[in-house]
């Protein structure tokens, strides 16, 4: 574990973003993380009843200062025989977004490092989700000693407490009392967390008297100046093996699901499944193409996009998973800020084990100059790869300003530039109405053309996860030494 003071925490940023702080929400099963993380960011940003298979982040404002907040699946925990009827007759007593059975950990499960990276550079406070609903068991303790030790040495200073579902306690009944009647195991969690703790009632956040958020981040300010203003950072060696573990399995993982998928072609079965991360410069309309898509208005239209969002839906009989970015600037990769690069990584990071095809969305309105090509190339081969051109496809927006003229009369007349764009995509490219989400008949033949290009890429079926872009430093040491912006290493020049 490495701790970092939070003074260059903003840097150069201070005077353009409110000061920031930074929540891990760690927990078991039926804990209550995901209303939590809602409560805290004051809306319904994650979406609760269902189970929580990836690391979400969602980002909102206190009292002026930026709070991220990422919500992480459960925890794993490995009941005895004996204590699983007496889990099972608490289930249904507690808010939160995971739902009984729960099925053995996959190759999907997420460990908490994904987590903390994703609120970079490293959170200021971890909080250890518990429900005063369920009884709180030795094993219930391992797994979140477990848990933290995920992350490295020296967890338990930036840890707190949180409990959900203080109102099911009796009448009369505190927190405090609760803690010391519930059992060794618990109070061994609260003291090992420094004796710090704090509670939640999660069905009377919209209250007007309700001030559990505030004295929550109250809380997190005293630990905060505790520590002397250092927040929490992963070890970079801890990041590198559980990456590497994961591409073992992951790769074992494919090749069992490309055996799934040719069964389930010949005989039926669960729906397929499709990343795609929406990448171009600003303004051009990536949250319009995800809403089209996904075939509803998941992302938020007509404003700049801040942060990455991640949203899912069945389209055409596939499981769709889109990840909207922030815009890159059009005129160089150095103008766009260093966070937007990183953004834009992370984002990919969001599609585990890797998107299958990044979507590089141009509006059919643009004119692509030799400027704008270079500088888009650029962006995509110095955060994805040089491999990243056989995982991209032009995806042309405002598809109604064509009228009845045909596309590929379109890409004639846009020159020499954007042709030249799309052989560096193999030219793989589709258009879309992005006016009228759900009702665009083309989406399922953009799927098609996806499926395809999947099919070319044999065994690189997707663009895999790289550790750097994991980092907070990414591939960026400082600002000082940023990539060249005309793109000197693309073939198509």
């Known amino acids: 574990m490495a701790a970092v ?6 840097g150069d940023l201070r005077g353009r973003h409110p000061p920031e702080r930074r929540l891990l929400l760690l927990g078991g099963p039926q804990s209550g993380k995901t209303s939590t993380a809602n409560t805290i960011l004051g809306d319904q940003i994650f979406e609760a009843g269902t189970e929580t298979t990836h690391s979400n982040v969602g980002q909102t404002e206190i009292y002026g ?9 459960p925890w794993a925990i490995l009941t005895d025989p004996g204590e699983d009827n007496e889990v099972d007759n608490n289930d249904n007593a507690a808010v939160e977004s995971d739902s009984p059975p729960r ?39 391992r797994a979140a000693e477990e848990q933290l030790g995920a992350l490295g040495g020296g967890t338990w200073r930036y840890s707190m407490v949180l409990f959900t579902g203080v109102d099911k306690l009796p009448q009369g009944v505190f927190i405090e009392e609760h803690i010391a009647n519930t059992g060794e195991a618990l109070q061994w969690l609260v003291e090992r ?41 992963v070890n970079e060696l801890i990041l590198l093996e559980e990456e590497q573990a994961r591409r073992a399995l992951e790769e074992e993982r494919m090749r069992m699901e490309e055996h799934a998928r040719q069964r389930d072609q010949m005989i039926g079965g669960p729906p397929r499944e499709l990343r795609l991360l929406l990448l171009g ?23 700049e996009t801040e942060l990455c969002l991640r949203r899912q839906a069945l389209v055409s009989g596939r499981r769709i998973t889109i990840v909207d970015t922030p815009g890159w600037d059009w005129f160089s990769v150095r103008r766009t800020p260093k966070r937007i690069r990183q953004e834009s990584q992370r984002g990919a990071a969001l599609l585990r084990p890797g998107p299958h095809t990044l ?32 995982h991209t496809m032009v995806l042309f927006s405002c598809g109604d300003w064509l009228g009845r003229t045909p596309i ?25 109405d992005s006016k009228t989400p759900g009702k665009d008949r ?44 005309d793109c000197r290493g693309c073939q198509l020049q």
């Open 281 to 303: 410069w600003k303004g051009v309309g990536k949250s319009s193409v995800g809403n089209s898509i996904l075939g509803r208005r998941y992302f938020e239209s007509g404003q």
């Open 103 to 141: 099925p053995p950990p996959s190759l999907d499960s997420e460990g908490p490092c994904m987590g903390a990276i994703l609120c970079p550079p490293g959170p200021h406070t971890i909080l250890l989700v518990v429900s005063v609903t369920q009884p709180f068991t030795d094993n219930q303790r």
């Open 359 to 390: 979507l590089l969305v141009l509006p059919v309105v643009s004119s692509l100059t030799a400027r704008k090509r270079r500088t888009l190339l650029a962006h995509i081969e110095t955060l994805f790869g040089d491999s990243a051109c056989l």
């Open 442 to 485: 083309s989406v399922s033949v953009l799927l098609d053309k996806i499926e395809e290009m999947i099919r070319e890429n044999g065994d690189k079926a997707f663009l895999p996860i790289q550790t750097e872009w994991l980092s907070e430093e990414s591939s960026y040491s400082s600002d000082n030494t940023e990539p060249e912006d």
């Open 5 to 10: 003071s939070s003074a260059s925490d903003t």
């Open 65 to 73: 200062r930026r709070v991220t907040v990422v919500d992480t699946p």
């Open 193 to 233: 967390c420094g004796s710090r703790y704090h509670a939640f009632d999660n069905i009377q956040k919209d209250t007007e008297e309700n001030t559990q958020v505030p004295e929550l981040m109250e809380k997190v300010e005293e630990m905060i100046t505790d520590n002397q203003g250092w927040y929490f950072e």
């Open 408 to 432: 590929e009369e379109h890409i004639l007349r846009g020159g020499r530039e954007l042709q030249r764009l799309l052989e560096y995509c193999g030219n793989y490219y589709h258009v879309l």
